[in-house]
Nanobody
Framework: QVQLVESGGGLVQAGGSLRLSCAAS????????MGWFRQAPGKEREFVAA????????YYADSVKGRFTISRDNAKNTVYLQMNSLKPEDTAVYYC???????????????????WGQGTQVTVSS
């Protein structure tokens, strides 16, 4: 089992940057595939980015490709989401998620993840 705690959210102007962090408890962080999702008011939770256990492979939603970067530091039990060139439509609560087992074909589905953080609010003003 793993517990996840996000941090780093806040209010930023359009074009600005934020870095989200997700700290995980436990000694087996490197055995978890990690993802970031977001949920805007009145909308369904959507996939943002994911990273393999070793960090060698990363995956992104088309809407954030080229602007967001996911990374992880297994020694620090932490996964990051660097968000650049932020847009008002990026405004949402951002969640990190973890799973031991996943198929690449379904990794964008929130139901594939077993553990979730409490979320951190990101607000981008125009």
């Amino acid at each position: 089992q793993v517990q996840l705690v996000e941090s780093g959210g806040g209010l930023v102007q359009a074009g600005g940057s934020l870095r989200l962090s997700c700290a995980a408890s436990g000694r087996t962080f490197s055995s978890y595939f990690m993802g970031w999702f977001r949920q805007a008011p009145g909308k369904e939770r959507e996939f943002v980015a994911a990273i393999s256990r070793s960090g060698d492979s990363t995956y992104y939603a088309d809407s954030v490709k080229g602007r967001f970067t996911i990374s992880r530091d297994n020694a620090k039990n932490t996964v990051y989401l660097q968000m650049n060139s932020l847009k008002p439509e990026d405004t949402a609560v951002y969640y990190c998620a973890a799973t031991r087992f996943i198929a690449i074909a379904t990794m964008k589905a929130s139901g594939e993840y077993s553990y979730w953080g409490q979320g951190t609010q990101v607000t981008v003003s125009s």
